[in-house]
């Protein structure tokens, strides 16, 4: 069945410095993939995705690149800010049989950043 | 604000009880997705409803059961509760049911089983 697996955290940073969080999925079709985010107190938003191999999705600083030789999304930022810290999800959402949309999502990792 | 609307905010009842969670869609949204955040299952997908039918299953109890009125607002009912259950339950919605349509999570309602 589909799954998606994402690096344990928590991942403790300081401002300015280079972030990677590591995606890697399984599925049986074609996935489309997307970064969540998800602040405190709050219910998840839409980081960036991506439908398509080597598509790359960017938002806010925020990149990932859909590889499907490596079956892996990874998120990067160059140079992260105190107000990302947050729980960022993995998912991806299976375009073959079916095609619900519904997400399937890794664990979460949560992302500290220090001033 | 993503525009999904989710009540009550904070539900604490007892084992045994039932309960009934709501959601209002964006706008012009068709589909409505249910799921459940918890710390040892994390995320998970529980059950989509589009334009009033059911439309795929996740791994929903079968204590649980949903559906989607004809304004397109969908109740989630959970019976027999157990600790367990103890969770934050989201509903997320979007135009349609394609892999490439973002969809859109309300605020969560957390559900606490005394």
């Known amino acids: 069945g589909n799954s998606v697996t994402q690096m344990e955290g928590p991942v403790t940073l300081s401002e300015e410095a280079f972030l990677t969080i590591n995606c890697t999925y399984t599925a049986t079709g074609y996935p489309s993939l997307f970064w969540y985010v998800q602040y405190p107190g709050e219910g998840l938003q839409l980081l960036l995705k991506a439908t398509k191999a080597d598509d790359k999705g960017s938002n806010k600083g925020f990149e990932a690149t859909y590889r499907k030789e490596t079956t892996s999304f990874h998120l990067e930022k160059g140079s992260v800010q105190v107000s990302d810290s947050a729980v960022y999800f993995c998912a991806l959402s299976d375009a073959g049989s079916g095609n619900t949309g519904k997400l399937i999502f890794g664990q979460g990792t949560t992302l500290q950043v220090k001033p | 604000d993503s525009g999904v609307t989710q009540t009550p905010k904070h539900l604490i009842t007892a084992t045994g009880q039932r309960v009934t969670l709501r959601c209002s869609p964006r706008?012009?949204?068709?589909?409505v997705y249910w799921y459940q955040q918890s710390l040892d299952q994390g995320l998970q997908f529980l059950i989509q409803y589009y334009n009033g039918e059911e439309r795929a299953k996740g791994n929903i109890l079968e204590r649980f059961s949903a559906q989607q009125f004809p304004d397109l607002h969908s109740e989630l009912n959970l019976s027999s509760l157990e600790l367990g259950d103890s969770a934050l339950y989201f509903c997320a919605s979007s135009v349609g049911t394609s892999a490439y349509n973002e969809q859109f999570f309300g605020p969560g309602t957390r559900l606490t089983v005394l």
């Open positions: 706008s012009g949204d068709l589909s």
